[in-house]
């Protein structure tokens, strides 16, 4: 009988430059989304960072590792640092939790993102991208991201609120909401022990992030005292119950819950809204294809959610820029128990991570990576390895509000790309800047009549 000889499967890389006390923080706090990328041409499929001193966190980089760990071994892992950090603001929301507490609160969330229900939004979205283009002028100079993410908050507190917050609160709300998303993105790359230093980044998100639940708290206050069913999200949320209880939602759940659609809903909508426009205006041609197809589909009427699958072109614009600037630059889960990933056994709290924008800008997956080409999706040799697309995660995690997501942006371009052209000055390049989320760097363009 031939002996079985046992191979040790090779050991996994570290990082370069990781210093006593900050581990990786230098290099993260220079250019985060450099560092992440270079792992990928550098390091196998698994490489070794260190984000918080005394611990170990795994990047995996190999597409099927990256969908084993989220599908096969989703119930084995916790969420990791990246949620970890996001709770200090959230609490216990749908996102930040794992196993049985994220299944409840994701049924309990579900109805609000049902067919029907996001059908009902549509109306309300197109009404607000109406109202904020009409308050646009030929020649304006408008700050992009600035623009999407009001226009974005906009369309989510209607869906939410129904409108009840007045411009001031809102006005607030959008400014403590891009203070608090800035400083989570800071305090995923430094060492825990900075956030208890009394540094001015620190105050001002703990101001932020206190006036962030103030306003949301307030709302749902004032509508449970109402009693009346606006129709909203928010309404959803005051009929549902918990499951472990029986007992309706507390105002604190709803909050965190609210609060995590706000801040997923405004930062990454917005951010695709304004790297869509910017990729359009570079490239003229796609965007006279853009405007045919809505020529053709919707003459002169307005959008509706059942246009949504009825325009394919439009859709697979989005689908590209889903890969060329998606807003994650990291992803975390943490080992539960010993848990086997690929020919790797890991630890019980092992910190793991991916990187959907280097991911998706892979040369080894994708060919031109850096190249906008929406019709690269037609191709089947250009298709990328499963695991090599996830723009809204896999598995039971998966993100909730994906639909509705690609409602908000059907509906907000196909209102601003009809209405007005929005154009660069020559020369000019949006550079990416990793936050809490990747987002482009100042995009200033002009309005043009169309």
């Known amino acids: 009988m031939t002996p079985v000889t046992l191979v040790a499967p090779p050991p996994i890389p ?76 959230l609490g216990e929301s749908v996102v930040t939790v794992a196993g049985q507490n994220h299944v409840r609160k ?16 549509v109306d309300v979205m197109r009404g607000q991208v109406t109202e904020a283009v009409d308050s646009w002028r030929p020649g304006q100079l408008l700050d992009v991201r600035e623009t999407m993410i009001k226009l974005s908050l906009g369309m989510l507190t209607q869906t939410i609120f129904s409108g009840s917050l007045d411009a ?59 009693g009346h069913d606006t129709g909203d999200m928010l309404s959803m949320m005051l009929r549902a119950e918990d499951e472990a209880t029986g007992l309706p939602l507390t105002d604190q759940q709803i909050c965190s819950e609210i609060l995590t659609l706000a801040l997923a809903g405004t930062e990454n909508t917005a951010t695709v809204l304004a ?20 020529h053709e589909v919707l003459g002169d009427r307005p959008v509706t959610f059942d246009d949504i699958t009825r325009l394919p072109y439009l859709n697979r614009v989005i689908t590209e820029i889903l890969r060329l600037h998606h807003t994650g630059w990291i992803v975390t889960r943490r080992t539960l128990a010993e848990t ?22 892979d040369p080894d997956y994708y060919p031109r990576p850096l190249t906008f080409d929406p019709d690269r999706w037609l191709d089947e040799k250009q ?18 509000g994906d639909r509705f997501a690609m409602t908000e942006l059907v509906t907000g371009l196909s209102t601003i790309l009809r209405r007005v052209r929005l154009r660069l000055a020559p020369g000019q390049i949006v550079r990416p800047v ?17």
């Not at 723009?391 to 998966?398: C, D, L, N, Y």
């Not at 990793?434 to 309005?447: H, I, N």
């Open 168 to 226: 001031d609160t809102f006005r607030r709300l959008r400014q403590d909401i891009v203070v608090v998303m800035d400083s989570v993105g800071v305090r995923i790359m430094l060492p825990d022990w900075v956030e208890r230093l009394p540094l001015p980044f620190n105050r001002r998100f703990t101001r932020a992030r206190d006036a962030v639940h103030a306003t949301i708290s307030k709302a749902v206050a004032d509508l449970r005292s109402t």
């Open 14 to 89: 570290r990082a370069a430059g990781s210093l006593p006390l900050l581990g990786h923080a230098i290099q993260l706090w220079h250019d985060n989304l450099a560092f992440i990328a270079s792992l990928r041409g550098r390091y196998g499929p698994l490489v070794e960072i260190t984000l918080q001193p005394g611990t170990r966190t795994l990047v995996v980089q190999d597409p099927a590792l990256i969908r084993t760990m989220l599908t096969e071994l989703a119930p084995t892992l916790d969420k990791g640092r990246f949620f970890d950090k996001m709770g200090q603001l």
């Open 106 to 121: 994701r049924r309990q969330l579900q109805p609000a993102f049902g067919r029907r229900e996001i059908a009902g939004y």
């Open 275 to 294: 790297w869509t426009l910017y990729e359009l205006a570079r490239h003229p041609d796609i965007e006279t294809r853009v405007l045919a197809e809505l």
């Open 340 to 361: 086997r990933l690929g020919q790797w056994t890991l630890p019980a709290g092992t910190d793991l991570a991916y990187c959907q924008h280097a991911l998706h800008r």
């Open 434 to 450: 990793g936050r809490a989320t990747v987002r482009p760097g100042k995009m200033m363009m002009t309005v043009r009549e169309r």
């Open 383 to 400: 298709k990328p390895p499963p695991g090599g697309f996830i723009p809204w995660g896999a598995g039971k995690h998966k993100c909730i």
